[in-house]
């Protein structure tokens, strides 16, 4: 029984690991598009919000589902948009407002990210200190100023789609229009 038991655990620790095998090597491609991501020369670096095979911050969502399902296109209509769905317009009681995004709420206490600073701050404010949330209208994703030329932005994209899938696929710069 025991040992049974030790070999259906080893083949599903196995099963679990294959995939981490079996992924491409990474192409000089995904190598560039993971320096735009990791230190973008252009303005703030995708992984000052972003966390994405450990590296970065986990400010704003999660990347590796996103480009695991979506395409090029997509991809770079997300990254270009202005404003984002997550990011909130907060005011405090004080009269201090600005953009943030709410990592968690627990009873009383909220933390939220002020994007307002670079990198962003996690704040930990009573519920009773925001006096609003509201959608924000100010507050820009910051690729949408960087310049990016449509090669960078098609490594980027494909240096995700590698992180999120472990496939080496070429973007094309016609795959994102």
Request: proline fraction near 6%; aromatic fraction near 6%; charged fraction near 15%.
């Amino acid at each position: 029984m025991k040992q049974t038991l030790f070999c259906a655990l080893l083949l599903a620790g196995f099963t679990v690991a294959l995939p981490l095998f079996a992924a491409d090597a990474p192409t000089e491609q995904t190598q560039r598009g993971k320096e735009l991501f990791l230190h973008s020369p252009k303005g703030l670096a995708c992984a000052t919000c972003h966390s994405l095979e450990g590296n970065g911050n986990a400010i704003g969502p999660d990347l590796t589902r996103l480009a695991s399902v979506v395409g090029p296109k997509g991809l770079v209509m997300t990254i270009q948009m202005s404003m984002t769905a997550y990011v909130q317009q907060i005011e405090l009681q004080n009269g201090r407002s600005f953009p943030g995004i709410q990592k968690s709420k627990e009873g009383d206490i909220l933390e939220v990210y002020d994007l307002s600073k670079t990198p962003a701050v996690l704040l930990h404010l009573k519920s009773s200190d925001v006096a609003s949330m509201k959608p924000n209208t100010a507050w820009s994703h910051p690729p949408t100023s960087a310049g990016y030329t449509p090669q960078e932005f098609a490594d980027i994209i494909a240096y995700l789609k590698f992180a999120s899938t472990g496939v080496a696929k070429e973007v094309k710069v016609t795959d994102l229009h």
